[in-house]
């Protein structure tokens, strides 16, 4: 690796995306992930959100019913304007990992996750050596003290090489729907006589 990445990038969708299954390549990703939103969901929640932006045309159709309406970790969709939905995938199965994210500790995630997300990425190409830089970045230490001109020490007492996630940008900023509101406070009945 000749540079090193030093960019904003949305955290979420590198490191916990790929922890869905859903392969790289699909004809639609996420607009954008997220793991808070504001006034419903905290850390404590464990949930990705993901953000589609499209018409409801029959190809999104058919893509949202293979991979996000049948894939394990969904707990529930919404319309939040004309053309976006949004997916709440539940990732309780990966609290260490989640709780690892949260604090900007990449490289100690578990081995599973790890391979899940390399594996999303694959090897070759620039982005992939990126990825593989920030979960073992013991490897790069070197290019990084080089890059930023300071001992190796510096960069080793440190550890990890890629950025915390940031809160402000880890959240969705879009009003509840009220449907979203009642199941979370329990307050819709299935029961027809409550």
């Known amino acids: 690796m000749k540079r090193v990445y030093t960019e904003y990038f949305q955290k979420s969708k590198v490191f916990l995306y790929p922890l869905l299954g859903i392969k790289k390549g699909v004809d639609f990703v996420p607009e954008n992930t997220y ?11 464990y949930k990705l959100i993901c953000v589609y932006i499209s018409e409801r045309t029959v190809d999104f159709k058919n893509f949202e ?9 969904l707990e529930f969709s919404c319309q939040i304007g004309k053309d976006q939905q949004v997916y709440v995938f ?13 604090q900007g ?7 599973g996750s790890k391979n899940k ?7 070759n190409g620039r982005i992939s050596e990126y990825i593989k830089s920030f979960l073992h970045p013991e490897d790069y230490h070197q290019t990084y003290a080089d890059f930023f ?11 990890e090489i890629c950025s915390k ?5 880890e959240t969705l900023f879009e009003k509840t729907p009220h449907e979203i509101e009642l199941l979370k406070n329990n307050s819709l009945y299935l029961n027809k006589n409550q």
């Not at 539940?90 to 949260?102: Q, S």
């Not at 500790?105 to 081995?111: A, E, P, Q």
């Not at 996630?165 to 940008?169: A, G, N």
């Open 117 to 123: 997300i390399l594996n999303y990425f694959g090897t």
């Open 65 to 73: 019913l293979k991979h996000l309406r049948s894939n394990q970790f």
């Open 105 to 111: 500790l990449y490289s100690r995630f578990s081995v």
């Open 149 to 159: 001109d300071v001992n190796i020490s510096l960069i080793k007492s440190v550890h």
């Open 165 to 169: 996630p940031t809160f402000q940008r």
């Open 90 to 102: 539940d990732l309780i199965r990966y609290k260490k990992d989640f709780d690892l994210f949260m």
């Open 35 to 45: 793991v808070l939103w504001d006034n419903l969901y905290t850390p404590n929640d």
